[in-house]
């Protein structure tokens, strides 16, 4: 009951600060761009978000099919709809929800949950892999396009992208690294929480199911290379189709053609903004971040600062229903489970499978 009480007030929150900045944009405006934009551009966003939820769903379901799990595609899909609407919904929008997929698939499919969490955490690993690939070529792209003022009169700006694109190089180099010389950070951290004086047993079952993940994802990884390019592929068409969200949003809605270097500018933001979202969908955070970036381009007068705004409303409205379909999905999850007559394994969580 609490947890729901502070969900329902952050979200109240979100949308108190979502009105003041639709306010401080003016509300006449933002309404006119909205209907400006129509519901083609509208439906076109919401393509490329299931465009995108397809191939993480096909890039998932790939990485089962070596450790023997055969999962229907259905199910894998609607457990990304669970862990995209905790990412929605969460302080960050990668990590939040991954937890739900794990349990949603374990349960579904009564496979132990180590196993699935392998699949997952080696999806998260290609996923990583492939995103800082894709934005370094567009934080690249965005510093030799704005250079004039991103190292000039909007210096601070211009650093925080130097920043993070040598972040994100050397964050890929160690990762696949790690990955190639089969590393195991996560299990030397279990370990070392294993030895605390508390709750011991439990913590020492733990380490060796975190033992068993990562060594199942390595041998995945350095075992199957070809399947793991596939994944690595996939994923940067995954970072394709969120690029190209605000080129066809404000395209079809008539308002502006927006060149390769400027949405690559808005791609670095939002990703880098939506890493710390801190509440639902970005609110504040994003929106302040766009329209920055939308002044920064040359564009921050009045009517390009409600189509900003309109197209933040778009992704707001499919973020509803993500988070409406996640919902729905766990809810019935919930049910079943509970009044099922089968008695789920009694631990799920043993390493029972060769790794």
């Known amino acids: 009951m609490r947890n729901a009480i502070r969900i329902g007030a952050v979200i109240l929150v979100s949308a108190l600060i979502l009105a003041g900045i639709i306010v401080a944009v003016g509300f006449e405006q933002t309404a006119e761009a909205v209907a400006q934009a129509g519901v083609v551009s509208f439906a076109a966003v919401g393509g490329l978000l299931v465009l995108s939820l397809l191939v993480h769903t096909t890039a998932w379901s790939a990485l089962n099919r070596p450790i023997g799990h055969d999962i229907p595609f259905l199910k894998l899909l609607r457990a990304s709809v669970i862990g995209r609407a905790g990412n929605i919904v969460t302080p960050s929008t990668y990590l939040g929800g991954e937890p739900l997929r794990v349990l949603y698939v374990g349960q579904a499919g009564d496979l132990p949950y180590h196993e699935v969490a392998g699949t997952v955490l080696l999806g998260k ?5 492939s995103f800082i690939l894709f934005a370094g070529v567009t934080a690249g792209i965005a510093m030799v396009r704005y250079r004039a003022s991103l190292f000039g009169p909007n210096l601070a700006v211009g650093i925080v992208l130097v920043v993070f694109a040598i972040g994100l190089l050397v964050m890929g180099v160690v990762l696949w690294v790690s990955l190639l010389r089969r590393r195991q950070p996560l299990t030397v951290l279990a370990g070392s929480l294993s030895r605390l004086p508390i709750f011991p047993h439990r913590m020492s079952r733990f380490r060796v199911r975190v033992r068993s993940m990562e060594a199942q994802v390595a041998r995945v990884f350095c075992e199957e290379p070809g399947m793991a390019w596939r994944v690595f ?9 969120i690029f190209l969200k605000p080129a066809l949003f404000f395209y079809l809605g008539g308002a502006l053609v927006l060149d390769i270097g400027q949405l690559s500018l808005l ?7 939506l890493m710390v979202q801190l509440m639902p969908s970005g609110a504040g955070i994003l929106d302040g971040g766009y329209i920055g970036a939308f002044a920064l381009m040359g564009l921050g007068g009045a009517e390009h600062l409600a189509q900003c705004m309109a197209y933040l409303l778009c992704l707001r409205f499919w973020d509803i229903l993500m988070v409406g379909s996640g919902a729905f999905f766990a809810s019935r999850a919930g049910i079943r489970l509970l009044f099922s007559r ?12 060769a790794t």
């Open 233 to 241: 592929g996939m994923h940067v068409l995954g970072h394709v189709a």
């Open 342 to 353: 089968d008695q789920p394994a009694e631990d799920k969580g043993t390493p029972d499978r």
């Open 125 to 129: 690993y290609l996923e990583a892999i």
């Open 267 to 273: 791609f670095v933001v939002g990703q880098i903004l």
